[in-house]
């Protein structure tokens, strides 16, 4: 029988690459640091490489490690943030093409790109509802930050857009906090992060004492 090496959890890896670039281009929508609407370039190397291909990865990890969940969602997003790439990157030519058709063009496309994350995203919040704490609210935050992003794209207004860079940065806040919840334990630090499970409790057995049931059988 073929035996395989055990992997090591790829989830904080995951979960700290879309952590750390969320946070990023979050503080460039929310205009925090800078002005609003300067252009987004510089999260471009974070979506290629770190949101996208090290999360890409941490995807196919989790097919390996038989989570299913974990594989879809980091994969997923790896995607997201590659595709982001491509828009915001000169060299693909999509911005720039955008751009040049003038009017409301480039803003709608914006929107449908985000609207169909807006979807996609409340599908794994659906499947997270009976996991933990962390999981739910991380998606349900996430989801508003697309509905936000996709308003203020589609509909033009920029506060609508800050809103959804300050969503985002709660978002980020907790992506990595999960992250750090599997990171930091007993064996290699003095406390553990609290991650509180949602999933359904045992119904209660019959209590047992010296060796018989509740009916004393």
């Not at 890896?13 to 929310?30: K, P, Q």
């Not at 800078?34 to 949101?51: R, S």
């Not at 857009?161 to 999960?178: E, S, V």
Request: aromatic share 14%; proline share 5%.
């Amino acid at each position: 029988m073929t035996q395989f090496r055990p992997l090591a959890n790829p989830a904080p890896l995951g979960l700290s690459a879309f952590a750390l670039t969320t946070f990023v281009l979050s503080l460039h929508n929310g205009g925090i640091g800078q002005k609003f609407g300067a252009p987004p370039n510089v999260v471009a190397g974070l979506a290629l490489f770190y949101g996208g291909l090290c999360q890409l990865l941490a995807g196919m990890w989790e097919f390996a490690n038989n989570n299913t969940f974990g594989a879809t969602a980091f994969s997923s997003y790896g995607g997201f943030w590659m595709s982001y790439a491509a828009i915001i990157t000169p060299a693909f030519g999509v911005g720039e093409a955008l751009t040049e058709a003038g009017g409301t063009v480039k803003a709608h496309a914006i929107g449908i790109f985000l609207l169909s994350w807006v979807l996609m995203t409340f599908i794994f919040f659906l499947a997270t509802l009976r996991t933990n704490l962390g999981l739910c609210l991380l998606f349900a935050f996430l989801d508003i930050t697309f509905i936000l992003l996709c308003a203020g794209d589609w509909l033009g207004k920029g506060h609508v857009t800050k809103a959804g860079g300050y969503f985002g940065l709660f978002t980020a806040l907790i992506a990595w906090y999960i992250a750090a919840s599997d990171l930091i334990g007993h064996h290699n630090s003095f406390f553990v992060l609290p991650n509180p499970s949602l999933a359904p409790r045992r119904a209660n057995l019959p209590a047992v004492e010296d060796g018989k049931n509740a009916n004393g059988d």
